[in-house]
């Protein structure tokens, strides 16, 4: 039997409580708004002004007190509601308790999901609420996790400080200058937690073994990978949009791709 030592089974530990956080606790209803309505036979016309005035951009629509579907302020028409309103579609659908994250790459394939509280609908998520704190903190702890991660994995495979050989003269003065500095105000430290994201990339891009336990194809793809990741740090880190050069699509192929090399990472052993 392998006996795990207590340090690395309490560093496991760490890790999967962190993500437990972020994939179980917090949930779609942290950035749901609530589905104001209109009756089926309400006259177009006048919703679609009511919309405009309140800038709405969809509504659902009640029958007999039962919301049955919704509007999109833009397709109505002359006539009732009932000639404009759509009927919800199941992938539109998602549980109150859906986490967070899978709300994330849900939105890979459509632009608004409806939140069921038992067997009532009674909350909308579009696009515009992806930019809310939650998801935030959300985007922001994945990439948090993923830099314990290689912290862990480089003090593993490089012992004494052997990772050197992978970065330049300037980045390793950069970390003994920061350490030091640390040192002085006595935090009980070591030299490579004075690496930064882009130290921390370019040493395991450099080790051939690691790369490939990443699923990483090759260095340039892996330099492009971190070059978005860290913009998107930046991003949130300036509370600025999420998505300032990308579009959404590209920003949930990003998160995707990190959800992947964090599940290669739990697997990597010393």
Not at 62 to 72: A, L, P, T
Not at 76 to 96: A, D, I, N, Q, W
Request: some cysteine.
């Amino acid at each position: 039997m392998t006996v795990i030592p207590v340090q690395q089974r309490d560093n496991v530990s760490s890790y999967q409580n962190l993500r437990s956080l972020y994939e179980q606790n917090i949930t779609v209803n942290s950035i749901a708004e609530h589905l104001d309505t209109c009756k089926l036979h309400d006259d177009a016309n006048a919703i679609k002004q009511m919309m405009v005035t309140k800038d709405f951009d969809i509504l659902g629509v009640e029958e007999n007190g039962i919301v049955i579907g919704y509007v999109v302020r833009e397709e109505l028409r002359e006539g009732t509601c009932k000639e404009s309103y759509r009927r919800f579609s199941p992938t539109e659908l998602v549980s109150e308790s859906t986490s967070l994250l899978q709300t994330l790459f849900i939105f890979k394939e459509i632009e608004r999901i409806f939140i069921l509280e038992g067997n009532r609908i009674t909350k909308v998520v579009t696009l515009a609420d992806l930019q809310k704190q939650p998801i935030r903190m959300l985007l922001f702890g994945l990439i948090s996790l993923l830099e314990m991660h290689l912290y862990r994995i480089i003090n593993d495979y490089f012992p004494n400080d052997t990772w050197k050989h992978h970065l330049n003269s300037n980045r390793i003065k950069f970390a003994e200058d920061l350490y030091a500095l640390r040192k002085s105000k006595n935090e009980a430290i070591q030299l490579s937690d004075c690496l930064q994201i882009c130290d921390k990339r370019d040493i395991v891009l450099n080790e051939d073994s690691l790369r490939e336990q990443l699923g990483i194809e090759n260095k340039t793809k892996g330099k492009q990978f971190f070059k978005k990741l860290e913009e998107l740090r930046n991003n949130l880190a300036h509370s600025q949009d999420i998505n300032t050069e990308n579009s959404w699509n590209e920003t949930f192929s990003l998160i995707e791709q990190t959800e992947n090399i964090l599940e290669k990472c739990e697997k990597i052993k010393k």
